[in-house]
Every structure is written in C-alpha cells, then in structure tokens.
C-alpha cells in the first residue's frame, strides 16, 4: 500500500495520466491511500485555475466546455476536465457520448479528461470533485473545467469547487420568472445564453440582464455584475468573448489583494466544511454501521412504538458511544 502511495504522488509530479487516473480512482472509492495521495500533492496545488460550467440538461455545457479547451490549448496552456453528474450513480449516456464526442481532445497530451458519478456516495460528490481538482491542479492543470449536468443543490455544491462558474442557459430556459423559480439567478458569476442561433436569444438576454440589475442593487458596493455571453457553442462563435469574460472575472477576483484574500480563505473554509461534512457522514454511516442498526429499528417506526425523533437521538448517542470507543 505504502509503495502505491509512493507511486502515485511521484507520477502525478511527474505528469504520468496513469498515475493520476489511479490517485483519482483512490479519490472515488474515498480511500485512505487517496487521501494520503491528496495530503502529499496538496503543496504543489493552489495553481490551476477552476471553471464550473452548470446549466439545464442538453443547454450546451459539453460543446462549450470542448470549445473553451480548445482556445486554451491554442494558447498553449494545459486543461483538465471533470465531467461530473450527481443525479446518476453511473456513468450517465450523456456523459458517455461526450466522452466519445470529445476523443479528439483525448489524444491531446496537454488535456486530462474524466467523468465522475456519484456511485450514491454518502461522502459527497462535492468533496469529491473537490479533491479530483486538486490532484488535476498538482499534476500541473493550468485549468480545470468541472461541467455538472443539473441545476439542483447538489449541482450547485459540486460548481462551488470553482473559482468561475457559468451558467448555460438557452432560449427555451423559459422567461425570467420561470429562471428565478428555478434557483438559477444566483448561480452564475457568468451568464451564457447558447444556442443564440435560434428564436428568442435577444429576448432571454434581456430578461435576465434585467433580473440581474434588481439583485445587483441588493448586493454590498463593488460586487461583480455577472456579465451575459451570448455563443453559439455548435459553430464555434462566442467563445474568445466568453473566455474573456472568465478572464474579466479572474482579475476581478485576484487583482485586489484584498479581496483575494477574503476569497482564498471563504474557499479554504468552504474545502474543509465540505471535506468534514464528508468524512462525518461516511464515519457515522459506514463505519460505525448505522445503516444496520437504521434497518432494524425502522419497524419500531412503522409500528408507531417510537417516534423517528426519539430513535434518531437514540440511533446518534450509538454512534457517538462508539466512536468514543474506537477512538480510545
Ligand atoms: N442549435 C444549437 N445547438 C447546439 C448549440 N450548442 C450545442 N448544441 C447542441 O445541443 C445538444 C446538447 O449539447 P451538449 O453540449 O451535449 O449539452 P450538455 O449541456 O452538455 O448536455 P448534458 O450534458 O446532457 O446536460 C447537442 O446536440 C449539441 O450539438 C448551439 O449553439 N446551437
Ligand atoms: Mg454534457
């Protein structure tokens, strides 16, 4: 085990895809070897830059996502994506057909590319993501794009890993209201409308740049105002403007030392609150078999004997009874 450690943190300095694939395997199967992996890698990270790219089902993450690659790499700089989908624990078709649809960037040595899936993964898909960004940001990644399918909480957990996050949207998101409904408007630091070739890109647009002045006016001075970039990811067209507002949003966030730091610490927090979240359900549930005891006290439930409130307490002072034994 000692010696697979070993190997996987030299191969992935060393830029071995095999290597990393292994480290990021460790990471999906949440073992212990992975987060020894990660806790050796972890001072060579804090490079790459990490751009979340959410959005609606077939809105066009995966065409973009392909198109920002491909600027980067005529910019010689070095991408790492993680095509991660929390509704499925497998591998979903859609991520499948990507993968087949993006080979041409596969034989690319300068692009890493992997899809994750939850596996229902009590852990967490979000410190998950989290720990595969940093094993792809001490491999070397200048920049790590994480597009997530879905537009649901865990999504949103699984994008915060970035420093930059897009929202795709398209003409047939529906009007302003229905965004808001959805939860989306606070999503995004960039807002794309793709699929400007058809019907109703212009009036979208101008809706959500309306929704965002309202909110903008809630939010403290000097906020960033998210900007609207309009593409069309399937010829090409709009992505240098979208890189560009990327880039806007990096300087944004970098440039005043101030707020730079502000921003390195509410992410430090964000990373350690995700990773203990993580490792606390995983110990309490795994370990410890609660979901046993869970299952055989359920009928007690059903029966009306006890009341979920009471067995929850009961099913916790278990748990911790038990950790503190373990622990002494
Ligand atoms: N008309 C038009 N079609 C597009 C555009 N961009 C992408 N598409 C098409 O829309 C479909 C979905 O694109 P994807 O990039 O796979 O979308 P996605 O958001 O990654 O989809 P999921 O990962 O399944 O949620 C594909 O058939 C694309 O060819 C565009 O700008 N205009
Ligand atoms: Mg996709």
Redesign the pocket.
Known sequence: MRMDVEAAVAGVRNGDKRALARTLSMIEDESAEGRTVLDRLYPFTGQAYKVGIT??????????TDLLCRLLRARGETVGILAVDPSSPFSGG??L??RIRMQTLAGDPGVYMRSMASRGSLGGLAAATQQATEALDAFGCHWILI?T?GVGQSEMEVVGVADTTLL?LVPESGDGVQIMKAGLMEAGEIYVI?????EGGDRIEKEIHLLLGVLHERMPEGAWFPPIVP?????DEGGEALLAAIERHRAFLTTDPERARGRREERARDALRTLLRARLLEQAWGHLRIEERFDQRLPEVVRREISPYRLVDSLLSEVWDRMERGAS
């Open positions: 959005g609606p089902p077939g809105s066009g993450k995966s065409t973009l859609a991520i057909g990507d597009e399918v795709v793709n699929k400007y070739d058809r593409t069309v990811g399937i010829r």
